[in-house]
């Protein structure tokens, strides 16, 4: 992408869960092509990144979803979604889930990633958080560099099933 690209983030909408769904699968392709297998690959994406899956967070009172867009244009270029967490280990009141934040690799060195990391700590608090949590997959090294220099520390571990494989990923907290 050039320097000079415009974009603009902003809290997804009602009628966002189709654009949802092509960017998450686009950047979650993006992301693991190179590392999972196609077939793992593309049954997590048909299972987790539905439209389905978008409308029930877009309606979720507990659920926060963000768009990183193209300005002017709106093409997406990346999201992020707030949940209340689903991790197996000792979970507190005010925990909320940064359960996906994801860019499309070219706009990588943008500010988008922390543009949407910024406003999911705005809209954790909001929702009266005060730690957030997120689980990474274990050998994403650049993602794992990314949470540790915002401030979020390993707090401990899960499981993830991307199609028949089973990762042990880190999951971080933060304390906001």
């Known amino acids: 992408m050039s320097a000079d690209l415009k974009w603009r983030v902003r809290r997804a909408g009602a009628d966002d869960a189709a654009l949802l769904s092509l960017v998450a699968n686009a950047a979650f392709l993006d992301t693991y092509a190179s590392a999972l297998d196609g077939g793992d690959l593309l049954a997590h994406c048909l299972k987790n990144n539905s439209v389905a899956t978008f409308d029930r967070w877009l309606v979720d009172d507990t659920s926060v979803v963000t768009l990183a867009l193209v300005d002017p244009g709106g093409a997406p270029l990346g999201y992020s979604v707030l949940t209340a967490p689903d991790f197996p280990i000792d979970i507190q009141p005010g925990d909320v889930e940064l359960r996906r934040i994801y860019t499309l690799r070219q706009t990588h060195g943008s500010g988008i990633g922390p543009a949407l990391l910024e406003q999911a700590r705005i809209d954790a608090t909001r929702l009266g958080?005060?730690?957030?949590?997120?689980?990474?997959?274990?050998?994403?090294?650049?993602?794992?560099?990314?949470?540790?220099?915002?401030?979020?520390?390993?707090?401990?571990?899960?499981?993830?099933?991307?199609g028949n494989e089973m990762h042990t990923d880190p999951v971080y907290g933060l304390e906001l």
């Open 129 to 162: 958080a005060v730690r957030m949590l997120l689980g990474v997959w274990e050998h994403n090294h650049r993602a794992r560099a990314f949470y540790e220099r915002q401030g979020f520390s390993i707090i401990g571990t899960r499981e993830f099933v991307v």
